[in-house]
């Protein structure tokens, strides 16, 4: 699945982006399908979208899971590693949470703070364990 994992960075670019410059997310991903370098695959413009719409409710569940971390405090590049990964967890029919988990855990290897793998595998995995009743 080496084509999802390069849309799972394209979309953290583009949700860090937005989130770093105070944009909104679909106009930083707008204007990266325009310039299309590197291209913007369509599972990274379903994963923004997804994002983007149901950020309320995602921001929620983060909010409340991460125990003492608020989004405001989190590295950037995990608090959009997050919200992809929860998107995916929680709306993402055709994604295993298996899946979800363990590309998040491993693009925060890869992006961020060596705290951030740890953190991101364990909240997530709570996500995947609550989602029947956080779908709701």
Same mark, same amino acid.
């Given at each position: 699945?080496?084509?999802?994992?390069?849309?799972?960075?394209?979309?953290?670019?583009?949700l860090f982006e937005a989130d770093q410059r105070g944009l909104a997310p679909l106009?930083?991903?707008?204007?990266?399908? #325009? /310039?299309?370098?590197?291209?913007?695959?369509? @599972? =990274?413009?379903?994963v923004v979208e997804g994002v983007v719409e149901h950020q309320a409710r995602i921001d929620e569940v983060l909010s409340t899971y991460s125990m003492a971390w608020p989004l405001d405090r989190m590295p950037a590049v995990d608090?959009?590693? #997050? /919200?992809?990964?929860?998107?995916?967890?929680? @709306? =993402?029919a055709d994604v295993p949470d298996h899946v979800a988990v363990s590309e998040a855990v491993e693009i925060a290897q890869e992006l961020s703070t060596d705290e951030s793998p740890k953190f991101v595998n364990?909240?997530?995995a709570r996500i995947a364990e609550l989602k029947e009743t956080l779908s709701a």
């Amino acid at each position: 699945m080496a084509a999802r994992r390069k849309a799972r960075k394209r979309a953290l670019e583009v949700l860090f982006e937005a989130d770093q410059r105070g944009l909104a997310p679909l106009d930083v991903l707008k204007d990266k399908i #325009l /310039r299309a370098d590197p291209p913007v695959g369509e @599972y =990274a413009v379903t994963v923004v979208e997804g994002v983007v719409e149901h950020q309320a409710r995602i921001d929620e569940v983060l909010s409340t899971y991460s125990m003492a971390w608020p989004l405001d405090r989190m590295p950037a590049v995990d608090r959009a590693l #997050l /919200r992809i990964g929860t998107w995916e967890v929680l @709306y =993402a029919a055709d994604v295993p949470d298996h899946v979800a988990v363990s590309e998040a855990v491993e693009i925060a290897q890869e992006l961020s703070t060596d705290e951030s793998p740890k953190f991101v595998n364990g909240l997530l995995a709570r996500i995947a364990e609550l989602k029947e009743t956080l779908s709701a």
